[in-house]
Nanobody, 125 residues
Framework: QVQLVESGGGLVRPGGSLRLSCSVS???????????MSWFRQAPGKEREFVALINRSGGMTYYGDSVKGRFTISRDNTGDTVYLQMNSLKPEDTAVYYC???????????????WGQGTQVTVSS
């Protein structure tokens, strides 16, 4: 079973930076490859929102409009850890951030079978 564990959340002032990490382990039920890893976020009272995607090789990334130019997704050489570097943070970035994995190539949350437990990011002065 694929397991995802996020870390790196916390409280930061507007304009500050944080880096989230997601450790990936295990196998899918049918040994299918994980084609994409993504970060989603969910603020209180709002729907889960796509933030960023990276493909299996790390050669392709995609971002939600609200974070383009401020956030960067990456993965280490082993593919076992995915990062989300968040710069120029705004109060509206406050949310629980989730790491997710899929055997598809998608930014749709319902296409993701594997999810981490989430990490809280709070942007406030």
């Amino acid at each position: 079973q694929v397991q995802l564990v996020e870390s790196g959340g916390g409280l930061v002032r507007p304009g500050g930076s944080l880096r989230l990490s997601c450790s990936v382990s295990g196998r899918t039920e049918n040994n299918a490859r994980l084609e994409a890893m993504s970060w989603f976020r969910q603020a209180p009272g709002k729907e889960r929102e796509f933030v960023a995607l990276i493909n299996r090789s790390g050669g392709m990334t995609y971002y939600g409009d609200s974070v383009k130019g401020r956030f960067t997704i990456s993965r280490d050489n082993t593919g076992d850890t995915v990062y989300l570097q968040m710069n120029s943070l705004k109060p509206e970035d406050t949310a629980v951030y989730y790491c997710a994995a899929t055997t598809l190539f998608s930014i749709i949350a319902t296409d993701y079978a594997y999810w981490g437990q989430g990490t809280q990011v709070t942007v406030s002065s």
